[in-house]
């Protein structure tokens, strides 16, 4: 049977044939250490796990509405205030299966054929994935490396046509690390405001930041960039609550009805127990569990960012959140006798067993993502092991 044009247009992932060569070489009983993980390592704090229990024990357990419950939506907007004075109604408000959904259904309710999403390049990998589904076309800037994977008033300036709906702003970066400061995100937004673009702010990142540098949502600047702005964020990162799918989104009230509609004929709602579990997640801050978790991330940045820039070949720009490292191996892959990344990582993963993601999949071919979501030993090891590779492969 013929598929859909458009699910063959949709490119496939380049971590999945890296994923499942790591898989067989470990059923073939190898030590492989992955560094592939797109989640925290720990484990959702048992407070919240809970409060999950204890719903279920209450019955909880029916459709909500579309949109979420309104407790959470409430949670939702007291955390937008306290963290960034930012006021919300309930009705600017969705709470969905996950961020990645509500990303998906933004661009299902925003975006007409043909309609141009910019993407600050290097991306995550669903941006454009999600933006074709919606029959829209990406358009990506290259932030350079030298200006630390950030773009540029210009550049954004070059690539506005008059068919230009949206921008992507994911601060902190999945893959870089890196994160915009006010003034950055004040220039970008004044030109989102010349040219009418939505701005889709991703702050998924936002309480995994390791340096003394604030998270500033670009929506709290002015109120003009405010009602600009859709801000998503969830649970996933911030509570290690990846397997719950509960995020959100906040903006125009006339999108966000729109995304309810939507998901009230796609998933009726997110699940109940995980809105009560995430409805926990917001209105109990225990920081212990979460500090526990910022200050493992934080030693196993500074100390693997060390490891790393120290083998020959390879420089990084210093992440200062999230929880992935994206180094450029440029140099290492030539010194090496490789004439692609992605071929270099196959070699690495077979010879040293070590698996990492190409920077190829994240429309960035000189580096790679490895991620720090595994315990310190492990990093230790990981990066020996590529020590070793490139030094023997000379
Ligand atoms: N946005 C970015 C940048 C991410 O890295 C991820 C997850 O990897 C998501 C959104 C999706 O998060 P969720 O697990 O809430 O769907």
């Known amino acids: 049977m013929k598929l859909a044009d458009r699910v063959n247009a949709l490119t496939p992932s380049t971590t999945l044939a890296i994923t499942a060569k790591a898989k067989s070489?470990?059923?073939?009983?190898?030590?492989?250490?992955?560094?592939g993980a797109g989640e925290p390592d720990f484990?959702?704090?048992?407070?919240i796990l809970d409060a999950a229990k204890e719903a279920m024990d209450q019955g909880f357990t029916k459709y909500t509405a579309s949109g979420g419950t309104l407790e959470l939506k409430q949670a939702i907007i007291d955390k937008m205030k306290s963290d960034h004075a930012l006021n919300y109604t309930e009705k600017e408000v969705i709470v969905t299966t996950g961020a990645k959904h509500a990303l998906y259904t933004l661009f299902q309710v925003i975006l007409n054929p043909d309609d141009e999403v910019i993407i600050p390049a290097p991306y995550w990998v669903s941006y454009p994935e999600q933006i074709k589904l919606a029959q829209g076309q990406p358009v990506f800037v290259n932030a350079e490396?030298?200006?630390?994977f950030k773009i540029t008033r210009e550049?954004?300036?070059?690539a506005i046509t008059e068919k230009t709906k949206a921008i992507i702003i994911n601060s902190p970066s999945n893959p870089t690390g890196v994160m915009y400061s006010k003034e950055e995100l004040e220039a970008l937004g004044e030109v989102c405001l010349e040219h009418g673009?939505?701005?889709?702010?991703?702050e998924i990142y936002e309480k995994l930041i390791y340096t003394q540098d604030k998270h500033v949502s670009i929506a709290q600047l002015s109120k003009d960039l405010k009602e600009q702005t859709i801000i998503i964020n969830g649970v996933s990162k911030s509570h290690a609550m990846t397997g719950w799918r509960i995020g959100y989104a906040v903006g125009n009230q006339k999108i966000i009805q729109?995304?309810?509609?939507?998901?009230?004929?796609?998933?009726?709602?997110?699940?109940?127990?995980?809105?009560?579990?995430?409805l926990k997640a917001y209105t109990d801050s225990r920081e212990q569990a979460l500090s526990e978790m910022k200050a493992a991330f934080t030693q196993r940045l500074n100390t693997t960012y060390e490891w790393l820039t120290a083998i020959p070949g390879i420089t990084c720009?210093?992440?200062k959140g999230a929880f992935y490292l994206f180094p450029n191996v440029k140099q290492a892959v030539e010194m090496n006798g490789f004439d692609s990344v992605d071929a270099w990582v196959e070699a690495l993963l077979e010879e040293e067993k070590v698996a990492l993601v190409p920077g190829s999949g994240f429309g960035s071919p000189n580096n790679v993502r490895l991620s720090y979501a595994t315990g310190l030993?492990?990093?230790?090891?990981?990066?020996k092991r590529i020590q070793h590779f490139v030094e023997t492969h000379q």
């Not at 070489?25 to 560094?35: F, M, P, Q, R």
């Not at 484990?43 to 407070?47: I, L």
């Open 145 to 148: 490396e030298q200006n630390n």
């Open 317 to 319: 720009v210093k992440p």
């Open 25 to 35: 070489l470990k059923n073939e009983g190898h030590d492989v250490i992955g560094l």
């Open 155 to 158: 550049q954004l300036q070059q």
């Open 197 to 202: 673009l939505l701005i889709i702010s991703d």
């Open 377 to 383: 030993d492990q990093l230790e090891e990981a990066t």
């Open 258 to 278: 729109a995304m309810t509609n939507l998901a009230s004929h796609s998933t009726s709602n997110p699940t109940s127990i995980a809105q009560a579990a995430a």
């Open 43 to 47: 484990n959702t704090p048992s407070y």
